[in-house]
């Protein structure tokens, strides 16, 4: 008589040992020209608990997308996983970032998935920030505006043109990667936006023209500030004192 296929089980003593460790919020890293590293967490710990560390090691470590189920790779990716090393003094399985990335990006959230010998676990959802080139290459020019006076013309077909564009207040170190894409009026000071402005700005291929009314039989004497941004999450550079009469 035989009995086949007969197996015994038994559960290891690495199983039911990783848990989520606790919630984590990444920094906001400063978009750098040449790959600077920096740490997110202190190792696979911040991310994941371990009751038994000496026994069930960590073995291996990898980074999800948002849904916790998508590998993360590719050359591009923001952040990567420093694995243990003897040149470097962060703990085993560091995520890092070499802060490049040129658009930067807004809490964009990660998840980091560790094993040991017998099982794995995925931590909490992670985010992290880090500003973009585009943040740092517009600045408005230090000269200030010549006051402009501009003559009564009832039966003008356009306005005076007062400024040929966003040049005359600012510079851009990049306008290929960093375009400006917006420009406002706003009142004198720079808080609020202003629509009742007798100067205004036309896009006419990105370059922000300043025009100023010259229909006005009273005439007027007014002083404005005009923001421009290199992108939709920037925010805006001012250049104030815009004097027309």
Not at 90 to 112: A, D, E, H, R, V
Not at 215 to 242: A, H, R
Request: glycine share 6%; with cysteine; proline share 6%.
């Amino acid at each position: 008589m035989t009995l086949d296929n007969y197996s015994v089980t038994q559960t290891g003593t690495c199983l039911q040992v990783l848990s989520t460790g606790k919630k984590f919020q990444g920094p906001t890293l400063n978009w750098q020209a040449t790959p600077t590293p920096v740490a997110i967490g202190n190792g696979w710990s911040t991310f994941i608990a371990n009751s038994k560390p000496k026994l069930c090691g960590i073995t291996s470590c990898q980074l999800l997308h948002s849904d916790c189920k998508t590998l993360l790779h590719g050359p591009d990716q923001p952040l990567y996983i420093q694995n243990n090393n003897k040149e470097s003094s962060n703990p085993p399985f560091t995520i890092m970032s070499n802060q490049t990335s040129l658009f930067g990006y807004t809490n964009k959230t990660f998840c980091l998935q560790c094993s040991n010998k017998e099982e794995s676990m995925v931590g909490l959802p992670f985010s992290t920030s880090q500003t973009s080139k585009c943040a740092t290459t517009l600045k408005s020019k230090t000269t200030p505006y010549k006051q402009k006076t501009i003559a009564f013309k009832p039966n003008a077909l356009s306005d005076a043109v007062i400024s040929n564009g966003w040049t005359d207040f600012f510079t851009n170190t990049d306008q290929t990667n960093c375009p400006v894409l917006a420009c406002d009026v706003f009142a004198q000071g720079c808080r609020t936006h202003t629509t009742q402005a007798s100067i205004w700005a036309m896009n006419n291929n990105l370059t922000f023209s300043l025009f100023a009314k010259n229909s006005n039989p009273l005439g007027y004497s007014q002083t404005v500030c005009l923001g421009c941004k290199n992108g939709e999450s920037y925010p805006y550079m001012m250049f104030d004192n815009i004097s027309v009469i």
